[in-house]
């Protein structure tokens, strides 16, 4: 198999550039529209979270953005933000340091910074889900805890098969650092320990044979450790596309996480 080929997504989906433009037109329209507060949860630049509030006691949710642990920042997915506010559900977007600059195990350690602030701020532990590499950290939270459930959209659950990719040039990970921050390797959230048990694995039917894979794969190895998982390919959806019914306050996604937020 091409590993090369199954992992750039933005070669597999040429027209991309238009569909990440259309992101950030969404999201400049949900900034100005309902401007969020900015949280800082360390002392780096690229340590903040935009804050979109739907009420003083409104459950919250945790979004952490994708791009390889290597580009984007939350200014790309304010986007996300109304539909979840419209439906009673207050979201924090998070932006994290890039590789090469830092280590993959850095950025980890920033999610887990920003989700244990949010938990201060709320006393709860957040929903949280992220796409791609943000599904990766959104299954690293739910695995230690810190997290009351989890949606991953089109993650990468284990990271070996990027280690020969260009991918892993920014990473610099080799085959023992590439497992040791796999989630796939990690606990299953089993009900053994504090935080949440439930793991959606989601991602388009129309993504590679690979990113299809990985998802099936996390949701099946988890659920046979006794964490509560959910396997759905979301027909004629790709990579980029299938974040769009993020952005429909009654779309199926969406109202499953409004689901996991306040239950």
Same mark, same amino acid.
């Given at each position: 198999?091409?590993?090369?080929?199954?992992?750039?997504?933005?070669?597999?989906?040429?027209?991309?550039?238009?569909?990440?433009?259309?992101?950030?037109?969404?999201?400049?329209?949900?900034?100005?529209?309902?401007? /969020?507060?900015?949280?800082?949860?360390?002392?780096?630049?690229?340590?903040?979270?935009?804050?979109?509030?739907?009420?003083?006691?409104?459950?919250?949710?945790?979004?952490?953005?994708?791009?390889?642990?290597?580009?984007?920042?939350?200014?790309?997915?304010?986007?996300? $933000?109304?539909?979840?506010?419209?439906?009673?559900?207050?979201?924090?977007?998070?932006?994290?340091?890039?590789?090469?600059?830092?280590?993959?195990?850095?950025?980890?350690?920033?999610?887990?910074?920003? $989700?244990?602030?949010?938990?201060?701020?709320?006393?709860?532990?957040?929903?949280?889900?992220?796409?791609?590499?943000?599904?990766?950290?959104? @299954?690293?939270?739910?695995?230690?805890?810190?997290?009351?459930?989890?949606?991953?959209?089109?993650?990468?659950?284990?990271?070996?098969?990027?280690?020969?990719?260009?991918?892993? @040039?920014?990473?610099?990970?080799?085959?023992?650092?590439?497992?040791?921050?796999? /989630?796939?390797?990690? /606990?299953?959230?089993?009900?053994?320990?504090?935080?949440?048990?439930?793991?959606?694995?989601?991602?388009?039917?129309?993504?590679?044979?690979?990113?299809?894979?990985?998802?099936?794969?996390?949701?099946?190895?988890?659920?046979?450790?006794?964490?509560?998982?959910?396997?759905?390919?979301?027909?004629?959806?790709?990579?980029?596309?299938?974040?769009? /019914?993020?952005?429909?306050?009654?779309?199926?996604?969406?109202?499953?996480?409004?689901?996991? $937020?306040?239950?």
């Amino acid at each position: 198999m091409d590993l090369e080929a199954q992992y750039n997504n933005r070669a597999a989906v040429p027209d991309h550039p238009a569909l990440m433009a259309a992101w950030k037109a969404q999201a400049e329209a949900a900034r100005a529209a309902h401007p /969020p507060t900015l949280i800082r949860y360390g002392p780096g630049e690229r340590e903040v979270m935009d804050l979109f509030e739907a009420g003083p006691d409104a459950p919250i949710a945790l979004f952490i953005h994708g791009g390889y642990w290597q580009a984007l920042d939350k200014d790309w997915f304010s986007g996300v $933000a109304p539909a979840l506010v419209s439906n009673g559900v207050s979201l924090a977007v998070a932006s994290y340091d890039l590789c090469p600059t830092v280590r993959l195990a850095r950025i980890v350690g920033q999610m887990r910074k920003a $989700a244990g602030m949010l938990r201060e701020r709320t006393g709860k532990r957040p929903m949280v889900f992220g796409h791609s590499a943000g599904g990766h950290l959104a @299954a690293c939270l739910l695995s230690e805890g810190r997290a009351s459930a989890a949606v991953a959209i089109s993650g990468v659950f284990d990271l070996e098969p990027l280690v020969t990719t260009s991918i892993n @040039a920014a990473l610099g990970l080799n085959r023992l650092e590439a497992r040791a921050l796999s /989630p796939i390797h990690w /606990p299953a959230p089993n009900g053994g320990a504090p935080g949440g048990t439930v793991l959606d694995c989601v991602v388009g039917a129309d993504e590679t044979a690979e990113f299809v894979r990985q998802s099936r794969d996390m949701a099946a190895t988890w659920g046979a450790r006794g964490a509560e998982t959910r396997f759905e390919a979301l027909p004629s959806l790709n990579h980029f596309t299938v974040l769009s /019914p993020l952005t429909d306050p009654g779309s199926p996604l969406v109202q499953r996480i409004v689901e996991l $937020a306040k239950s």
